[in-house]
């Protein structure tokens, strides 16, 4: 079976910093593509950031030169460091990856379950 697992998040004043981790577990052999989402209440899910197979990355608008989405295969685990953070940021993050299987038997995208980020002012 294959998963995903977002860590990382809690409860921080504005300009304080997180970094969230997205860790794999099953028959994975590398991730291709990583994004990260959120979710505040009363909002739709939205696109924070995300990096490509080639390693090129983008960010949206609100969290640029903030927030820094990298991932490590060799740990197999994708992360978000965020920094000065605001009110604003705060929401369910989700981690979405794009998953090479061991075994030849292709890719597939998968969600985790969420990590609550929450700042205060």
């Known amino acids: 079976q294959v998963q995903l697992v977002e860590s990382g998040g809690g409860l921080v004043q504005a300009g304080e910093s997180l970094r969230l981790s997205c860790a794999t577990s099953?028959?994975?052999?590398?991730?291709?593509?990583a994004s990260w989402y959120r979710q505040a209440p009363g909002k739709q899910r939205e696109l924070v950031a995300s990096i490509a197979s080639g390693g090129s990355t983008n960010y949206a608008d609100s969290v640029k030169g903030r927030f820094t989405i990298s991932r490590d295969n060799a740990k197999k685990t994708a992360y978000l460091q965020m920094n000065n953070l605001k009110p604003e940021d705060t929401a369910v993050y989700y981690c979405?990856?794009?998953?090479?299987?061991?075994?030849?038997?292709?890719?597939?995208?998968?969600w985790g379950q969420g990590t609550q980020v929450t700042v205060s002012a």
């Open positions: 099953g028959t994975i052999f590398s991730i291709n593509a």
């Open positions: 979405r990856a794009n998953l090479v299987l061991l075994g030849g038997l292709g890719s597939r995208d998968e």
